[in-house]
């Protein structure tokens, strides 16, 4: 089907893919995508491109109409203009076969769901876009642009299947090679308390009101309007927006209304709002697969084992009262009692956390001998991918041009699309 918008031509594509690629003959799920077209001269006989989604588990952007007289506006209006755009929702998201707390105890019990979510890392989401490309391209190659995690799928997709890449931009994504979950985290922390600092820097008042309410989380359990539970640490989760471009203000404007219903009771307003920000019932993937997606550790493939809880051991600051400091993109064996969108399935997590034989994410060999043009935007003080890594990956790629700035936070591409775009485009053209 296709829909006209102003601006935008919108066609549903839907796949039955293999859910073990490895066993090409045997169960299928759907893949969804959705090709965006401009509705210009040529729109349709331009180059594909295929957009990698951040997450894990974040299904792809939905394209907004343009306004009536005026081109289409973000990345993807920019996009359009040189591609023949497809936004992929990666296997278990948006339109695709869903891996939710509904649908996954059909697959059996915890671990019957363990060993199919062990199916969705990036190495099946990269042989996911060649099944999709070989049908939509009649072989021929394709670009990709990879935000976040989508830029950890496109680097996959470097290593194992670069003769279907024509040419790869990447925005904050580009992980570590060789770096255990452990290495990972232990990068982590420390970044998190830089940006713990400049925003009490920015608010300064924050400090007392997040000691406030964690000393009040402390004496009443506290039910968020969701059903969620709201425990200090589940408070101190908050922090995982501070890696964004306004995040220190979305942070300090929540924290105003925290006791706005009257002393010694959370308001309703600042409950609803954090468990907004903190659940992950739109997309219970980020957690469930978070640490097996970025570990990285194809060395030995050993259990991740909840390496965010195990490292935060050693940051005995983050349990310190004051000044409570806030976390980042970290995943807990805890969260599968307070969020009520993992608790049918903390069997399951823990059995992934368990789980050992992850195979290897990323072929060294391959990457050094690279021949596709890359080109990757590098946060320099990201929150939630460490720029040493990346830059260290940047390296070890062969012609991989970087862009390193420190202009925006992670989600760059979202605040000055056309800029981006317009730079990586001419970079990967050899611009």
Not at 22 to 50: N, S
Not at 146 to 158: P, R, W
Not at 166 to 181: F, S, W
Request: contains cysteine; charged residues 20%; hydrophobic residues 40%.
């Amino acid at each position: 089907m296709t829909d006209r918008v102003p601006g935008l031509l919108l066609t549903d594509h839907t796949f039955a893919v293999p859910l073990d690629h490895d066993r090409p003959d045997g169960e299928t799920i759907e893949v969804y995508a959705r090709e965006v077209t401009g509705r210009d001269p040529g729109a349709a006989d331009r180059p594909w491109l295929v957009y990698l989604q951040g997450g894990p588990g974040g299904a792809s952007p939905r394209p907004m109409s343009a306004v009536p007289g005026q081109p289409p506006d973000g990345w993807i209006g920019r996009a359009v203009r040189d591609y023949r755009v497809l936004l992929l929702d990666q296997r278990g998201t948006g339109r695709s076969t869903p891996a939710n707390r509904q649908t996954l105890p059909r697959r059996g019990g915890p671990a019957e769901q363990a060993d199919y979510l062990a199916l969705f890392r990036a190495d099946a989401i990269v042989k996911d876009a060649e099944f999709i490309r070989r049908r939509l391209t009649g072989g021929a190659p394709w670009s990709v642009l990879g935000q976040s995690f989508g830029g950890m799928c496109a680097v996959t997709y470097l290593s194992y299947a670069a003769d279907g890449l024509r040419e790869v931009m990447i925005t904050g994504g580009l992980p570590g090679l060789d770096a255990t979950i452990d290495d990972v985290y232990r990068a982590a922390y420390p970044r998190m308390r830089r940006k713990n600092a400049a925003h009490f820097q920015r608010y300064p008042g924050d400090a007392a009101t997040a000691r406030a309410i964690a000393d009040h989380l402390r004496e009443h359990e506290t039910t968020m309007p969701g059903g969620g539970l709201l425990t200090v640490p589940a408070f101190q989760s908050l922090g995982i927006i501070l890696g964004m471009s306004s995040g220190s203000d979305r942070l300090h404007h929540l924290l105003e209304y925290a006791f706005a219903d009257g002393p010694g009771l959370l308001s309703h307003v600042f409950l609803a709002g954090v468990e907004a920000e903190i659940s992950v019932a739109g997309m219970p993937l980020f957690h469930l697969l978070h640490e097996a997606c970025y570990g990285w550790d194809g060395r030995d493939g050993r259990a991740t084992g909840w390496a965010a809880e195990r490292v935060r051991a050693e940051f005995p600051e983050f349990d310190a009262a004051d000044p409570l400091l806030f976390t980042g993109e970290t995943m807990h064996p805890w969260m599968l009692r307070t969020d009520p969108a993992l608790r049918p399935l903390a069997e399951t997590a823990a059995l992934l956390a368990a789980r050992e034989g992850w195979t290897p994410l990323y072929d060294r060999a391959a990457l050094a001998a690279n021949t596709v043009p890359v080109a990757a935007l590098v946060y320099h003080d990201d929150l939630y991918v460490d720029t040493a890594y990346s830059l260290a990956t940047a390296s070890a790629i062969r012609g991989l041009r970087p862009w390193i700035t420190n202009e925006y936070e992670h989600d760059g591409l979202r605040i000055d699309p056309v800029r981006i775009m317009d730079r990586l485009i001419g970079m990967v053209r050899g611009g």
